[in-house]
């Protein structure tokens, strides 16, 4: 099988080709010529007003519903997902039913994801079951091809268990993954603590239940000198203390998602349920700082935190909804819209990722197996139900105008490419 780019603007700071306007032939899933002007009349082309390519974009933390929850998404609808998003490479969090949490069930995954258009990197779970009580066997899930190791959704409230698991993982050279939620000061809050949680009559999650858990593990990574990266960071001074952290040389690496930077608690009067998320849509202040830490370069990479939901557990009451998003789709076009820097956005979806849990990391030369991502980076957009390939529709997105559209992704020797 031939594909022909035709006129793409190749992206990435690391690439020779970086802001040159090429063709490109890939023939059985090989980058077989990069050049001014091809032809060929077997090969299907790809054309697309200010089409952009960069080598295929990563996410960090998604959860997909294989094992036990595949009513809300499973592997193959979790991949259709992440290909419309721009996405050759998904790494998924452990929270299964049973959980991801031993080598027989990150073999299950690598296994049935084989065949997908998009490559899943299972994280495995740090406790049995990710219940935060006893490690799980992370040297056996390591060696089966688990990427990293986190109890995902499920923020590890043990000092002692952390500290245990950021010294087991020093051996492999691996990364601990971390939801930042002191649960025993978070418990029972719906929404980001203040005024309006008051007005809207909400329990609230007070800012210091997340800063907390920042600069409790904070000093166990100093204690240990492992690596941990901090994901879904909501608050300006949680930004603030990670900065701090690297600054002093601290092994430490964070994400933020796409939805702390579009919405604020502002956005909770009407009770939409999917704006029920954790950690809570924080204060606009907290909103407009995670803004700026992307183009300051405090957010290492933009995670998804893409957690589908049944309609039954969003289609109720606000205090009955569970928490979580879909966000694979959506990331670009959201992200995009605050105005980062072309370059920098594209370092955060590709080469940051995979520098920070170890992958390899693909080229745009001849000869190399093909893998990228297309997108039209001015392109406004409104996001329509139709255009969800996830099995949950639990997004606020829906309806929303935004900037830079992905036209589809070119993985090896298979390809997804949406509506031209």
Known sequence: MKVLIKQVKIAGSSNPFNGKVKDILIENGIIRQISDNISDSQARLIAHSGLHASIGWMDIFAQFGDPGYEHKETLISGAAAAAAGGFTDVMIVPNTNPAIASKTQVEYIRQKAATLPVNIYPAGAITKNAEGRELAEMYDMFNSGAVAFTDGTQSLQSPGILLKALQYVLSIDATIIQVPNDKSISAHGLMNEGILSTQ???????AISEELMIARDIELVRYTTSKLHITGVSTKKGLELIAAAKAGGLKIT??????????????????????KVNPPLRNREDMLAIRAAIKEGIVDCIASHHIPQHWDDKVCEFEYAKNGMIGLETLFGVVNSFDVP??????????????????????????????????????????????????????????????????????????VINDQ
């Open 254 to 275: 964070c994400s933020v998602t796409p939805y702390h930077g579009w919405f604020c608690d502002e956005d909770l009067t009407t009770y939409e349920t999917n704006l």
């Open 200 to 206: 809207l009559g909400l329990p609230g999650i007070p």
């Open 342 to 415: 072309l370059d920098l956005l594209i370092n955060k979806l590709t080469l940051a990722p995979r520098s920070i849990f170890g992958l390899p990391v693909p080229e745009i030369k001849e000869g190399a197996s093909a893998s990228f991502t297309l997108f039209a980076p001015e392109e406004e957009y409104v996001f329509t139900k139709e255009m969800i390939r996830s099995k949950s529709k639990n997004t606020p997105f829906v309806g929303a105008t935004l900037k830079g559209k992905v036209i589809g992704i070119i993985n090896g020797r298979q390809s």
